[in-house]
């Protein structure tokens, strides 16, 4: 029977959302070969600063931040499907472009355009998939997307870095492929074709809602606000590694496998992450539990602490595992406590987009600019410390959100919210 791509109702949920799983996949696998490759072509062809490292991603994530809740809000007022197709088109000619990219001029200026693209994807994706779904269902939808997404990311790192070793330009005529791949994969299922309109979801009188799973209000829950500021920072703490690690992998690992090495530890990453999402979609206890969701950011900062202080490929392993755990569950959070709930869900999911990109331009520019601040102010300073610092610039931005969401905390506790605020209490 073939697949249909009508908005889904909950009881038929794997079959029916299944393409955009496929499409989501292989949108993430083009992007970790492409994005693994940025940083390492930029070093190795115009001996890039960490700072110069850090504004490539930079622009990317101010492209990000800017476009996502616009992109959001517009796929909530036209057909998402055809944002979807846009944002997959608009990809692979900047993924083709790419893949003939001389200059440094060029490298700043296409991880713009893939950052566009991507935000008529993922929005549009996030809001099609999660459309009609309650607490419970959500969960279950966005656990799926997270590991399709996460897998594709992890195969995306892992093939990037072999790629790149072949031929410099296959990891974007990889993903240009795989763009093409989406696009035929889709218009194959009629995609482009009228579908009628969607059932109203049932009441929720007439709903049986699942034992014992949390039933806090979806976009006004005060949850969604911790959750953002944390993924805030994860997704910084990623950027950097993605983007100014390569700076330091070149000095600690043997020149000719930097480019497996560093492959391997970001795939590793996307693995146990993948992981995560894969255990955590079955569970419902974490959703509002603070314990476990502060316990993940000090995972996330001890992450950063262990990058700073390795030198060998062995040593930062277990450094990538746990910043694959910990922020894996701060972006499931983030998603789940944005998109919950009936209503503007693009708009919500191009906010918890344009977080990860806010993330990505502030803290890798931060870091990056860091060890510059540290040369001007002190001639001679050691080099060693001035690669390692983006990573304990990473850990001051950690503890600083968390103190951001103590005084979050406080705040709607001072102003009488404990009966109301999923945030106040963690018991549930």
Not at 44 to 69: D, W
Not at 79 to 86: D, H, S, T
Not at 128 to 136: H, L, M, P, T
Request: proline fraction near 6%; aromatic fraction near 12%; hydrophobic fraction near 50%.
């Amino acid at each position: 029977m073939a697949l249909s791509l009508e908005h889904p109702s909950q009881e038929s949920t794997p079959g029916k959302l299944f393409p955009l799983f496929i499409a989501a996949f292989c949108k993430a696998a083009g992007l970790g070969a492409s994005f693994l490759a940025i940083p390492l072509l930029a070093e190795e062809h115009f001996n890039t600063t960490p700072f110069q490292l850090a504004l490539i991603m930079c622009i990317g994530g101010l492209v990000l931040v800017i476009s996502c809740p616009l992109m959001g809000w517009l796929s909530d007022r036209g057909e998402k499907r055809y944002f979807i197709l846009a944002g997959c088109f608009s990809l692979a000619i900047t993924y083709a472009l790419m893949s003939r990219a001389q200059t440094l001029f060029q490298f700043y200026l296409l991880p713009a355009g893939a950052a566009f693209s991507s935000a008529l994807f993922w929005p549009a994706l996030e809001a099609e998939i999660a459309r009609g779904a309650d607490a419970a269902e959500l969960r279950r939808r966005m656990g799926v997307f997270n590991i399709c997404w996460s897998a594709g990311n992890m195969f995306g790192l892992y093939l990037g870095g072999a790629l790149l070793k072949l031929l410099t330009p296959l990891p974007f005529l990889f993903g240009c492929a795989l763009e093409l791949v989406i696009i035929a994969w889709l218009l194959s299922l009629g995609y482009l074709r009228a579908r009628p309109p969607r059932a109203e979801p049932p009441c929720l009188s007439e709903q049986t809602p699942e034992p014992a799973v949390p039933t806090a209000p979806g976009p006004r829950t005060g949850f969604m606000l911790l959750a953002l500021v944390a993924h805030l920072a994860a997704s910084g703490v990623v950027a950097v590694n993605r983007g100014i690690f390569p700076d330091l992998a070149t000095v600690e690992m043997p020149p000719d496998r930097v480019k497996i090495y560093v492959g391997a530890l970001l795939g590793t990453m996307g693995a146990f992450r993948t992981v995560t999402f894969f255990l955590f979609k079955r569970w419902h206890w974490w959703t509002h539990r603070l314990t476990f969701f502060f316990g993940m950011q000090v995972l996330l900062l001890a992450s950063a602490l262990s990058i700073a202080s390795q030198n060998s490929f062995l040593g930062f392993m277990p450094a990538f595992i746990v910043l694959g755990i910990s922020s894996g569950m701060i972006y499931f959070y983030s998603i789940f406590h944005s998109i919950q709930g009936e209503g503007n869900q693009g708009l919500r999911a191009g906010v918890h987009e344009a977080f990860l990109g806010l993330g990505g331009l502030v803290v890798p520019l931060v870091a990056g600019i860091a060890p510059e601040i540290v040369k001007r102010l002190r001639a001679g300073a050691d080099f060693q410390l001035l690669l390692r610092l983006p990573y304990l610039t990473c850990g001051a931005v950690i503890i600083l959100s968390m103190m951001i969401q103590v005084v979050i905390i406080a705040c709607r506790r001072m102003k009488g919210q404990e009966a109301n605020s999923s945030i106040c209490s963690d018991r549930r």
